[in-house]
C-alpha cells in the first residue's frame, strides 16, 4: 500500500495532518486526517478562578482569540447569574463583528479565495495572495490590508490588547466607549460595508460568473448530506452573538433547537485512538460512524450550517444576498460544502452593517458598563458563533468561582468528522489509478480549506498551505512524488 | 533574493498563532522587513522539508525567531536542527521564553489531561474507554500520532538561546524594536531579553501612593469597580506591574484590566512567581500571622497569577543539569 | 531516616547568636543542617528560598528575631508576609508545607534554635529527599 501524507503544519489546535492510502492499484483506500496535538485547556484551567478563563483561553488559538474571550465571558454571565448591561452587550457585540469581519476577509483574501480567483487547478505558485492581488489589482491589494488594519483597530480600543483581549468580566465589560471613539467606529463600519459590497462584487465576477466553477460548488464531489448547526435569534435569523441554538436535518427539517445551557443533552462526543480530536455528534441519533445522511450523527458548522439552520439574515444587503444564493443553489439548505465561501461573504456584510448599526446605538457609549449584582457561581455555559461554528464554553466552579470542571467543544472539533468524510470522498473521485498531480491534490485539500479550520493564519499571505506528498511502497521506501511551493 | 542580505528563520513550536498573528499586525512593516531580510524558512508560508534545512551549511541562517513551546519530539528536533543551522536563535514570545499560558499545565498531569479530555467530560460518549495511542490500524491502515510530554519545556530548557523577544504575544513595537537591533548589528550581551529595562510600573500612568497603602484582602477584577486613574494594587487588585517587564505600552491596564505579567520578569531577577510574592506582600497589613492569613486566603490561585506565563521557566521547574545543544 | 539537607537562614541579631549559643551549649544537630547567615530575616528573598529547592535543599528553615525584636524594626514582619504568600504557591507545586518554616530564635536561646532546628530537620527527614520535574530529554522517545 502506497501512503500519501498531506502535511500542511498548519494551526488547528495545533498542526493538523492528511494521510491519503493507496491500494496497490493506485485507488484511495482510505484518507485520514489526523490532529496530532493535545494541550489539554481542559484539565489545567482547574484550579484556576473562573474570571481568568476569557484571558487564559484565547491562547487557545491566536487566530479566533476573540472569539474565545467571548464565549467565555458569556459562560462567566451564565456562571455568576448576571445579565450584561445594554452599554456592555453592544460593546461585546461591536468588537464579535468587527472580528469575524475581519477573519472572514482574510480566509477570502489570503487563503480560500485564491482557489476560485486564480483557480483550483492554476499553478501552485500563483494559488495564493499574490495571485490574488495579480488578479484584483495592486490597488486592491493594499485597500485589502489597510482595511484588516482598520477593523482590527476597533477590536484594540474596545478590548485592550489586539491579539488576546482583555475586556471581558461577568456581567460586562472592564472599559466604556467614550463618544469620540464611537466616531472613529461608525466611520470604519461604513467603510466596511463598502468593503464587503467590494468582496461579493468580485465573488460574483470571478467564481459566480465562471459556469466551471458554479459546477464545482453545485457537483458531487463536495456534496455532503449532513445535520446542520448554528445560532439563531428570536426570529429565526442569523445571530453571531446570542441566542438559541437550532439543528436541522439535510432536508431542512428541525431536529432540536436548544438553550446553551442544554447543549450537553444534544451534543456527545465519540473518541478514536488515531487521533487526539474528538468527534462529537447528536446524541438523538447516535454515533454511526463517519457517514452521511439523515440518520447519522454527524453535523457540521460554519458559516453554511448557519445560513441553513436561519430563516434568513437580520441586516439589508445580506438578507438580499441570502436570497440570492439559495435561489442559485436550490432550496431551503445546501449540502454543497464549497457554498460555505458564500456563505462566508454573506456573513461578513451582516457583520458590516451590524457594526453601523451597533456603532449607531445610543447604549454604546452608555457609562454602566458592568452590572454586578452576581450569585454563588456553581456553573455556566457560554456559546457564541465563532468564524468557523458553534463554540461552546462550559465551567462548573465551587462557590468561591474557583473552576471545578471545564468542557469545550470548539468549532474545529464539531467539524472533524464532516472534514475526514470530505476528504476521504474527495480524494477517492480525484485520486484515480495512481495518478496524483497538484492540482488534484489542492482539490482535495480544498474540502478542508471550505471549514477554514483555523488554519487561516495571515501569514499564508507569502505563499501556500506547504503540502508534502509522498508515496510510501510497500517495502516502506519512501518516493518523493510531489511538492509544492 | 540578494546574497549579502541576512538570511532569516521563522518557525513555531507549541504554539497558538498569536505569536504570527502579531508579526502580521506590523501591516506596511512586514513588507520593510520583508526587503531586508532573506527568508528561508517559515513553514506556514513557504513549503518547508527538514532537507531543505539539513542541506543550509551550519550557522548559515543568520537568525532564527522560534515561537512555542517544547512539547513533542519533532518541535524538540527542528529546535536542534535551527541551532546548528543559525548563527543566533531568538525565543519569539512568552511560550518559547518562559513556557507561556500552556505551560500552566506543568502544574497538572498528563495522566489527567487524558482522563478530562477522553473519559471524564460531561459530552463525552466513550464505552469503550478508547485513549488516542501513538500507533494504531484503523481500516487496515497505520497510523501514527506523536508522542505527547509530560512537561512543557521552555526553548532555552532545549537549546543554547541567544536572545528572548518576551509578550503574549510580542507588541509589534518590540518586534520592529528587535529586528532593528539585530539587522543594526546593536545587540545587547548573549542571553539578553531585547526590550525595556524598565518595570512596567515605571511607565504606568496610573496614581500610585509613595508608600503602598496596606490591604486586608485582595479582589479579583470582577470583584470591585475599578477606578480607571488608580493603580490596581492600591485598589487592592493584583496587578504583576512591578515585577514585569514594560514596554507593551501598559496595554491592559489601558483596557481597564490589571497586567498578568506576559512580558515576563526584568534583568538580574531569577525568578518572576517569586519576586511577585515580594511585592504583593508589602501590600498586606498586620503584623500578626493570623490577619496576614486571612489576607494570603484571597489570592486564590497564587502559582496561576505570579507565574501565568512562566511555570516552566520558574525555579521549580527549571533544570539546570539539562543537556544544553551549543 | 533518609538523608536530607536543611537550608538554614539566620539573622545576624538574633538568631545566629542563638546558633552560637547552641554550639556553646554542645546542643547536637544533625550535619546536614547547613547555616547561612543574613543580615535580617526581611533580607532573605523568597528568590534564595526557590534558589535552594532548586539547588538541593530538601527543606527551607528562616529564623529571625521575635516580633518586635528585630534590629530593622519590621523585617522580621516582612519575612512573614512573604513566607505566608510562599506558602500556599509552593504548595501548588506539590512542595509540602513541612519543609518550609519561618520561627523566631533569639540571641539568648541556645536551646531553642535546636530544639526547632532538629523539629524541623526530623519532619523534612520523614518526607524524604525533595524531588523537582524531570528534564525534557529524557521525553524524548525518538
Ligand atoms: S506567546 Fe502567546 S501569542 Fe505567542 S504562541 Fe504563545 S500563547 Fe500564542
Ligand atoms: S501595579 Fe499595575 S496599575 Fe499599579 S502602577 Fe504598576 S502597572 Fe500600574
Ligand atoms: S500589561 Fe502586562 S500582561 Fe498586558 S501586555 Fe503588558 S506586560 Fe503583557
Ligand atoms: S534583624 Fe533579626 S529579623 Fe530583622
Known amino acids: 500500500m502506497r501512503t500519501i501524507v498531506i502535511d500542511p503544519i498548519t494551526r488547528l489546535e495545533g498542526h493538523g495532518k492528511i494521510s491519503i492510502f ?63 448591561t445594554p452599554a456592555a452587550k453592544a460593546i461585546r457585540e461591536l468588537v464579535n463583528s468587527a472580528f469575524i469581519c475581519e477573519d472572514h476577509t482574510l480566509h477570502f483574501y489570503i487563503l480560500a479565495g485564491a482557489d476560485f480567483v486564480v483557480g483550483p487547478d492554476a499553478p501552485a505558485a500563483l494559488r495564493n495572495i499574490l495571485g490574488v492581488i495579480s488578479k484584483v489589482g495592486a490597488e486592491n491589494g493594499a485597500y485589502v490590508i489597510e482595511m484588516r488594519k482598520k477593523i482590527r483597530k476597533i477590536i484594540e480600543m474596545c478590548a485592550g490588547k489586539p491579539v488576546h483581549p482583555v475586556f471581558g468580566l461577568p456581567g460586562g465589560v472592564s472599559k466604556r466607549v467614550t463618544e469620540e471613539m464611537r466616531k472613529e467606529f461608525q466611520q470604519i463600519s461604513k467603510e466596511a460595508v463598502e468593503f464587503a459590497k467590494f468582496t461579493l462584487k468580485i465573488f460574483h465576477d470571478a467564481v459566480l460568473g465562471n459556469k466551471d466553477y458554479v459546477s464545482l460548488i453545485t457537483g458531487d464531489v463536495y456534496y455532503h448530506e449532513t445535520n446542520h448547526m448554528g445560532m439563531i435569534d428570536a426570529n429565526g435569523k442569523v445571530n453571531l452573538y446570542d441566542g438559541n441554538v437550532r439543528v436541522v436535518d439535510p432536508t431542512g427539517q428541525e431536529v432540536v433547537t436548544y438553550a446553551p445551557r442544554d447543549y450537553h443533552k444534544i451534543i456527545g462526543e465519540h473518541v478514536e485512538d488515531w487521533t487526539y480530536i474528538k468527534f462529537p455528534f447528536l446524541r438523538e441519533k447516535g454515533w454511526q460512524g463517519f457517514v452521511d445522511g439523515k440518520d447519522s450523527g454527524v453535523y457540521r458548522v460554519a458559516p453554511l450550517a448557519r445560513l441553513n439552520v436561519s430563516t434568513g439574515m437580520a441586516t439589508p444587503r445580506a438578507q438580499a444576498e441570502y436570497e440570492k444564493m439559495y435561489a442559485t443553489l436550490g432550496g431551503q439548505v445546501s449540502n454543497h460544502t464549497l457554498a460555505n465561501h458564500w456563505a462566508r461573504l454573506i456573513e461578513l456584510m451582516y457583520c458590516a452593517e451590524r457594526m453601523v448599526e451597533l456603532s449607531d446605538a445610543p447604549e454604546l457609549t452608555f457609562d454602566e458598563t458592568r452590572n454586578m449584582n452576581f450569585q454563588t457561581p456553581a456553573e455556566g455555559v457560554g456559546i457564541v458563533e465563532a468564524p468557523r461554528g458553534t463554540l461552546i464554553h462550559h465551567y462548573q466552579t465551587d462557590e468561591k468561582g474557583m473552576m471545578t470542571g471545564c468542557n469545550l467543544i470548539v468549532a474545529t472539533v464539531s467539524n472533524a468528522a464532516i472534514i475526514c468524510m470530505g476528504i476521504e470522498k474527495a480524494a477517492k473521485k480525484l485520486i484515480r489509478d495512481g495518478n496524483v498531480d497538484d492540482g488534484l491534490l489542492n482539490m482535495v485539500e480544498m474540502t478542508f480549506r471550505s471549514y477554514d479550520p483555523c488554519l487561516s493564519c495571515a501569514t499564508h499571505a507569502l505563499g501556500q498551505t506547504p503540502l508534502k506528498v509522498e508515496f510510501v511502497e510497500p517495502s516502506g521506501e519512501i518516493r518523493h512524488i510531489v511538492t509544492r511551493r | 533574493m540578494s546574497d549579502n542580505k541576512p538570511k532569516v528563520a521563522f518557525y513555531w513550536c507549541a504554539s497558538c498563532g498569536g505569536c504570527e498573528e502579531a508579526v502580521v499586525d506590523l501591516n506596511e512593516g512586514l513588507l520593510d522587513v520583508a526587503a531586508a531580510v532573506d527568508i528561508v524558512l517559515w513553514p506556514v508560508a513557504l513549503d518547508f522539508k527538514y532537507s531543505d534545512v539539513e542541506a543550509l551549511r551550519d550557522g548559515d541562517i543568520a537568525v532564527a525567531f522560534v515561537n512555542g513551546a517544547i512539547r513533542t519530539d519533532e518541535q524538540a528536533h527542528i529546535a536542534r536542527l535551527l ?203 498586620g503584623d500578626s500571622a493570623i490577619e496576614v492569613k486571612k489576607a494570603v486566603a484571597t489570592i486564590l490561585d497564587p502559582a496561576g497569577t505570579f507565574y501565568r506565563y512562566g511555570v516552566p521557566a520558574s525555579q521549580l521547574f527549571k533544570k539546570e543539569a539539562m543537556e544544553v545543544t551549543k | ?121 526530623n519532619k523534612v527527614a520523614a518526607l524524604g529527599p525533595l524531588k523537582l520535574t524531570d528534564s525534557a530529554v529524557k521525553e524524548e522517545t525518538a
Open chain 2, 83 to 285: 541551532r546548528r543551522k543559525a548563527g543566533l536563535i531568538v525565543a519569539f514570545g512568552s511560550c518559547a521564553h518562559t513556557g507561556g499560558i500552556p505551560g500552566l499545565a506543568n502544574l497538572t498531569t498528563k495522566e489527567k489531561i487524558f482522563e478530562t479530555s477522553y473519559l471524564k467530560s460531561p459530552t463525552v460518549d466513550n464505552p469503550e474507554k478508547t485513549i488516542p495511542v501513538t500507533k494504531t490500524t484503523v481500516d487496515g491502515v497505520d497510523a501514527t500520532l506523536p508522542g505527547f510530554w509530560t512537561q512543557v519545556h521552555t526553548l532555552d530548557q532545549l537549546i543554547d538561546v541567544d536572545y528572548y523577544l518576551p509578550g503574549c504575544p510580542p507588541m509589534p513595537n518590540s518586534i520592529v524594536d528587535a529586528v532593528t537591533a539585530i539587522l543594526e548589528g546593536k545587540l545587547p550581551p548573549k542571553g539578553a531579553v531585547i526590550g525595556s529595562k524598565k518595570a512596567l510600573c515605571d511607565t504606568c500612568t496610573r496614581t500610585k501612593p509613595v508608600k503602598p497603602t496596606l490591604h486586608e484582602r485582595f479582589y479579583l477584577p470582577h470583584e470591585i469597580d475599578v477606578d480607571p486613574e488608580v493603580c490596581f494594587l492600591e485598589q487592592g487588585v493584583i496587578c504583576c506591574g512591578p515585577a514585569t517587564r514594560g514596554g507593551c505600552g501598559e496595554k491592559c491596564i489601558q483596557g481597564n484590566m490589571p497586567c498578568t505579567g506576559c512580558y515576563g520578569t526584568l534583568d538580574g531577577v531569577t525568578d518572576q512567581g517569586a519576586k511577585l510574592v515580594s511585592a504583593i506582600a508589602a501590600y498586606i497589613d
Open chain 1, 22 to 84: 493507496l491500494n496497490d492499484a493506485g485507488n484511495v483506500e482510505k484518507a485520514l486526517f489526523q490532529v496530532p496535538e493535545l494541550r489539554g485547556f481542559e484539565a489545567f484551567t482547574l484550579g484556576r478562578p473562573a474570571v481568568d478563563m476569557p484571558q487564559i483561553t484565547s491562547r487557545i488559538c491566536g487566530v479566533c482569540p476573540t472569539t474565545h474571550h467571548m464565549a467565555s465571558t458569556k459562560a462567566l454571565d451564565d456562571l455568576y447569574g448576571v445579565e450584561p
Open chain 3, 1 to 121: 531516616m533518609a538523608e536530607v539537607k536543611l537550608l538554614t537562614f539566620v539573622c545576624n541579631w538574633c538568631s545566629y547568636g542563638g546558633a552560637d549559643q547552641a554550639g556553646g551549649l554542645k546542643i547536637e544537630y544533625p550535619s546536614g543542617v547547613r547555616l547561612v547567615k543574613v543580615m535580617c530575616s526581611g533580607r532573605v528573598d523568597p528568590q534564595l528560598i526557590l534558589q535552594g529547592f532548586r539547588k538541593g535543599a530538601d527543606g527551607v528553615l528562616v529564623l529571625g528575631c521575635h516580633p518586635g525584636d528585630c534590629h530593622y524594626k519590621s523585617g522580621n514582619y516582612s519575612a512573614q508576609k512573604r513566607m505566608l504568600l510562599l506558602e500556599p504557591l509552593l504548595a501548588q507545586f506539590g512542595i509540602e508545607s513541612d519543609r518550609f518554616q519561618l520561627n523566631w530564635v533569639s540571641a539568648g536561646e541556645g536551646e531553642r534554635f535546636g530544639k526547632v532546628v532538629n523539629e524541623m530537620y
